[in-house]
């Protein structure tokens, strides 16, 4: 048994969320979407104090997942210099991929903006959130396939 460590920064998943809200609002926009509604999809800093729980309650989500696989396993946030982190240790089998961490740390992040962006756009613009939800589910579905992935062993000798 072994230890994967995947680290998420929360000013990453902050940048994805502002882009993603910024680039869907202007496409929005060119479909002539009234400018009220646009504006208020479109996610800035000033916006940081809302969405942060929504982060947070996204990230536990899949913290949760993640132990439905992988019981023992653990997220702590932490500060650093460049910000705050959230770091998931996962303990996985000798046989788990472990070239896998990086997809996986790619996928729980992408997870975290689009669940964020679903529970933005509930009230915003309902439509949206369906497209957001939908986003995270295959993301949610990426990370659980990702998390039951094994390799082969070769030889009985791999098992001892």
Do not use: C
Not at 1 to 29: L, P
Not at 82 to 108: C, H, M, Q, W
Not at 114 to 120: A, P
């Amino acid at each position: 048994m072994s230890t994967i460590k995947i680290v998420i920064t929360k000013g990453n998943i902050y940048d994805r969320i502002f882009s993603t809200s910024a680039y869907t609002a202007r496409a929005r926009e060119t479909l002539g979407l009234p400018d009220g509604i646009v504006e208020r999809m479109q996610l800035t800093a000033d916006d940081r104090h809302v969405i942060d729980p929504m982060i947070d309650s996204s990230a536990d989500e899949i913290y949760g997942e993640i132990t439905r696989y992988h019981p023992g396993s653990s997220v702590e946030l932490t500060e650093y210099e460049n910000g705050i982190n959230y770091e998931f240790s996962i303990p996985v089998p000798f046989n788990y991929p472990t070239g896998n961490s990086d997809k996986l740390a790619r996928s729980i992040e992408s997870y975290i903006a689009n669940r964020t962006l679903q529970n933005w756009y509930t009230g915003i613009k309902p439509d949206e959130a369906n497209i957001a939800a939908a986003k995270a589910q295959n993301d949610a579905i990426t990370i659980q396939t990702m998390l039951t992935q094994r390799i082969k062993p070769s030889k009985f000798t791999d098992y001892i």
